[in-house]
């Protein structure tokens, strides 16, 4: 199947501070780009749909100011999450959908904790 | 609000034996329907996707459609202690939309 990279897997950072998490789509152009969040032993949260070159949509309650998402190419969608606080710890998951079969293909994600 | 509907479990399966996975989805004009495995920790893998009606085989992978009752479901013939997971359904709408999941544990 198709190849999507996500970076970091794993990043700690100091409450306070900003985190950029990368999703890349290695073999194909991914048009549309999805973030989500999944707290342990919880079901997969959308948080917004990345479009290439056009503003997110975010999904309710997700604030569009904390969670600052930008799909510059059709290959890169980034997540930038600003002044983490300990409760924005949570493993976070970008995939993109394929054109071919209009399915997604997921990152591997990236476990964020927040001290 | 457009749903895709699955039994949370787990559902237990002794190994060796068919696993089956069922989903609901809301939305008749659903034209793309796919099934995901998560281990724990891990992001979700596409594992089967289907678009028409009937049965879709992938080795121990069976994935059946049926539009008419909105069902979609998934089949693994001689399960293995390794196919224990949690197995999404989803469905493509402007967005793709998942259930929550159905975990699945493999007696050995």
């Known amino acids: 199947g198709a190849v999507v990279s996500q970076h970091p897997s794993r990043v700690i950072c100091k409450s306070g501070t900003s985190v950029k998490i990368e999703c890349r789509s290695l073999?194909?152009?991914?048009?549309?780009m999805f973030w989500y969040r999944q707290f342990p032993k919880q079901s997969l949260m959308l948080m917004a749909t990345s479009n290439e070159g056009s503003k997110a949509t975010y999904e309710q309650g997700v604030e569009k100011d904390k969670f600052l998402i930008n799909h510059a190419s059709l290959t890169l969608s980034t997540l930038t999450v600003t002044s983490a606080h300990p409760e924005d710890s949570s493993f976070y998951i970008c995939?993109?959908?394929?054109?071919?079969?209009?399915?997604?293909?997921f990152g591997q994600g990236t476990r964020l904790t927040v001290v | 609000q457009k749903e895709v509907e699955q039994n949370s479990g787990p559902l237990s399966v002794p190994e060796g034996a068919i696993a089956s996975l069922n989903c609901t989805y809301s939305d008749r004009g659903s034209q793309s329907f796919f099934w995901y495995r998560q281990y724990s920790g891990k992001s979700p893998e596409l594992i089967m996707f289907i678009y028409s009606n009937g049965d879709k085989e992938d080795g121990r992978f069976t994935a059946q459609l049926n539009k008419a009752s909105q069902y979609v479901s998934l089949l693994i013939r001689d399960s293995q202690p390794s196919d224990s997971a949690t197995y999404l359904c989803?469905?493509?709408?402007?967005?793709?939309?998942f259930g929550k999941g159905t975990r699945l544990h493999i007696l050995p």
């Open positions: 989803a469905v493509k709408d402007d967005k793709i939309i």
């Open positions: 995939s993109a959908r394929d054109p071919l079969i209009q399915g997604a293909f």
């Open positions: 073999d194909f152009q991914a048009t549309t």
